[in-house]
């Protein structure tokens, strides 16, 4: 990814008065998604739900989810949980916005649970790592669960603790996830969008531990 070869490795989140002043233009995306065709922006329709996941380097990130063989709507890649309004990707990976990069997932809850989202998510790259993942270093690398209800929360906090023990078990490290009330959330630009879909052989940071997600949770009431 582009920080890696300029060598900004940013790994202090900015206070929001130190970050770039970003822009009140949204960035232009696609009309669809490249592989299912559904309308990428909202309005989704009405039996949908989000969620959205920041695991290292979206690209990676996102055919995760759309690979899934059924339930998700659209997937789009972008940035989140920082304080620049529309950043761009070199302003991102500068780590003066705070921005992580992140998966959108919209999806039919009849078809595919938000648990099951949750095991994509855990499974599929490192959450013991801080601001990195793998050789991809800097803040908008970090592993964040962005939630968009009060039942996303908990779900999320309850599939943290039990991952915790199941990599405890395995002799890893503490989770370092960050998982938060979902922000607002900034499409990246088009090149971005289903990435390794336009570019198979494209670069992909992506590495879980082999540890699997416990298919029980037990969520405070």
Known sequence: MLSNLFGGKK??????????????EKMAIPAKHFVNGNPLAPP???????AMFGMGCFWGA???????????????VGYA????????????????????????V???????TYQQLLKVFW??????????????????????IYCYSDSQMQLAQASQVAYQAALNS????EITTEILAAPEFYYAEAYHQQYLA?????????????????DNLSVAS
């Open 198 to 214: 336009k570019n198979p052989g494209g670069y992909c940071g992506l590495g879980g531990t082999n540890v699997c997600m416990p």
């Open 170 to 173: 395995a002799g890893h490290k």
């Open 123 to 144: 499974e599929n790259h490192n959450p013991t790592q801080g601001m990195r993942q793998g050789n991809d270093a800097g803040t908008q690398y970090r592993s964040g």
């Open 11 to 24: 790994l202090t989140i900015p206070a929001p008065a130190d970050a770039l002043p970003g822009r009140a």
């Open 81 to 104: 949980a920082g304080s620049t309004p529309n950043p761009t990707y070199q302003e991102v990976c500068s780590g003066l916005t705070g921005h992580n990069e992140v998966v959108l």
């Open 44 to 50: 989704y329709p009405d039996n949908m739900e989000k």
């Open 106 to 112: 919209v999806f039919d809850p009849a078809v595919i």
């Open 62 to 76: 996102e055919r995760k989810f759309w690979q899934l063989p059924a339930g998700v709507y659209i997937t789009a």
